[in-house]
């Protein structure tokens, strides 16, 4: 398999097939990911932009197809997940901290009982990733003393602190009242000036149209376009990819 | 009115004198069969909901079935069961072993049910973002889930564990020597019930704590999200 992927994809999806039942979410995506690339996804809701996201850690199981991760298919049955999973790093829509923990504390618990590092170590490294995020000083704030937008910026801690080789973010601004999205995009922006690998799924246009390398357009479960931010949003190829683009241009 | 002879049934000092050393005997095994009853039935109880988190289906069948049926079952039924009947499939056991296994069954019965609401109750997100740090079921379960259940299942768990260490008492009908054993025998043998009043008084002043300590348990791990 090593050979035949391209020369620095970190994620590469092949005929990846989702189905809920007798609904079929996924009908054959392929995507590859370059190191160091910010993807973007966009498509109407249903359209499996999540779920795309969400097998590619295997928090769904795909139901045929496979995903590559820094050269390890992931959906081989025999693949240790809790080893290839601190590579993925998930960032969610609704941020899921631990609320029982502090900020400090939701970071460092993987360091500490997946990779087993002492409490000190793993403090400093949880630290640094709570310095990349711009919240140091509220490592011993509890969840629910923080902003939704200092909420994502610790879950992002808590992916960056197991330094992962990938980035998914599954609509990390949609949850976040309007004046909190810019402080989680600075971070978003800065992680990829530092060469992060990152997919997306978002309808943050500008952010898009500044940052992303490309943007992939799913509707009802195919990638129907992808290329350029400023080919899509601009000249798109097909009609429902404009009609989309000018729908969420005037309620984003 | 006639206090008099209220004070002299139950509240009679020569009585009481005679009987209080036996009633604080059968307050010390009160306490520490409720104690093995209390550890016994939350530590199976955990366990079960812990299992039935693994969603396998043949597993969570029978921890189902088994928390039904112990919820469903008198005690004393299971105590008489357990003491008259076991002996015949050569399974003899003491009567506070008897009471004991009864008491822990139905408490780990109820414990199982109020673990797994407060496991349920946590939202999916917890564990799909601990399990996306590549934490396994089981130490999602203990880091992540269980801490927050815990503290939801509380105020149902002392209510019900309070309950169940008040059904000691029915440990009396297979003369386990605890409270109210001493308490009925030493009203018939004097003829007088004040060993009962004497009784009364020992489980409150075993069980007020108890109750005032759940209270404090409560409003301290009352929490906002």
Known sequence: MRE???????????????SFGTLQVLKGIDLA???????????????????????????????????????????????DLNRVRQKIGMVFQSFNLYPHMDALGNVTLALRKVQGLARA??????MAALTRVGLAEKARAYPNELSGGQQQRVAIARALALEPRILLFDEPTSALDPELVGS????????????????????????????????????RGVILEQGAPAQIFSRPAHARVAEFVATISRHP | MELQRLAFSFFNGEVAA???LDIVQGMWVTTYLAAAVVVAGLGTGLALAMARSFHFKLGSFFIVVFADAFRALPPLVVIIVLFFAFPYVDLAMSAFTA??????????????????????????????????????????LVYVILP???????????????????????????????IIYYASSGAS?????????LGAAAYVALFLPVVILSRWIETRFAWKR
């Not at chain 1, 035949?4 to 989702?18: F, G, S």
């Not at chain 2, 043998?189 to 009043?197: I, R, V």
Request: net charge neutral; aromatic share 4%.
């Open chain 1, 4 to 18: 035949r992927r391209p020369i620095d994809a970190i994620l590469e999806v092949k005929a990846l097939h989702k």
């Open chain 1, 33 to 79: 990911v370059a190191q160091g690339e910010l993807v973007f996804i966009i498509g109407p809701s249903g359209s499996g932009k999540s779920t795309l996201l969400r097998c590619c850690n295997r928090l769904e199981e795909p139901t045929s197809g496979s995903v590559v991760i820094d050269g390890t298919d992931i959906t081989r049955p025999d693949v």
């Open chain 1, 121 to 126: 170590e793993a403090d400093a490294k949880g």
């Open chain 1, 184 to 219: 989680v995009l600075k971070v978003m922006r800065q992680l990829r000036e530092s060469g992060m690998t990152m997919v997306v799924v978002s309808h943050e246009m500008e952010f898009a149209r500044a940052a992303a390398d490309r943007v992939v357009f799913m509707d």
């Open chain 2, 18 to 20: 005679r009987y209080w």
């Open chain 2, 99 to 140: 009471t004991w296994l009864a008491l822990s069954l139905v408490l780990a019965a109820f414990a199982e049910e109020i673990f797994w609401a407060g496991i349920l109750s946590v939202p999916k997100g917890q564990t799909e973002a601990a399990r996306s740090t590549g934490m396994s079921r089981l130490q999602t």
């Open chain 2, 148 to 178: 927050q259940a815990v503290r939801l299942t509380i105020p149902p768990l002392t209510n019900r564990m309070i309950a169940i260490t008040k059904g000691t008492a029915l440990g009396s009908v297979v003369a386990v020597h605890e």
């Open chain 2, 189 to 197: 043998e004097a003829g007088n019930p004040t060993p009962l009043t």
